[in-house]
């Protein structure tokens, strides 16, 4: 029901769109969210927009560099990356929280749905 796609290489100050695909999703009212789990690291939740009011959020080792946006009629979420940083360097999942709450810092264990990953890489 998500599939995230988009990751690659890039080379530190580059730019990456990643796009999660929302099919056969049957509620209107959701929060997806994009995580990333860097090597030995905790999954760190970095933005979230709402199905509904398209109100986002975006944490702060990310604001400013990345855009998440959603496109209603192709049913997909984007999240552009730019200035990107070696620390970066992650796998990019997609989740999904059916809700009407607003959106705020999000817990990996209140998702409802998750994608599979997509690997980003920058290197320095």
């Known amino acids: 029901q998500l599939q995230a796609s988009g990751g690659g290489l890039v080379q530190a100050g580059g730019s990456l769109r990643l796009s999660c695909a929302v099919f056969e999703f049957p509620f209107d009212d959701y929060i997806i969210t994009w995580f990333r789990q860097a090597p030995g690291k905790e999954r760190e939740g970095i933005s979230s927009?709402?199905?509904?009011?398209?109100?986002?959020y975006y944490a702060d080792s990310v604001k400013g560099r990345f855009t998440i946006s959603r496109d209603n009629a192709r049913n997909i979420v984007y999240l552009q990356m730019n200035t990107l940083k070696p620390e970066d360097t992650a796998v990019y999942y997609c989740?999904?929280?059916?809700?009407?709450?607003?959106?705020?810092?999000?817990?990996?264990?209140?998702?409802?749905?998750w994608g599979k990953g997509t690997q980003v890489t920058v290197s320095s």
């Open positions: 927009i709402s199905s509904s009011t398209g109100r986002t």
């Open positions: 989740a999904a929280e059916v809700t009407l709450a607003t959106v705020g810092p999000p817990s990996s264990n209140g998702m409802d749905y």
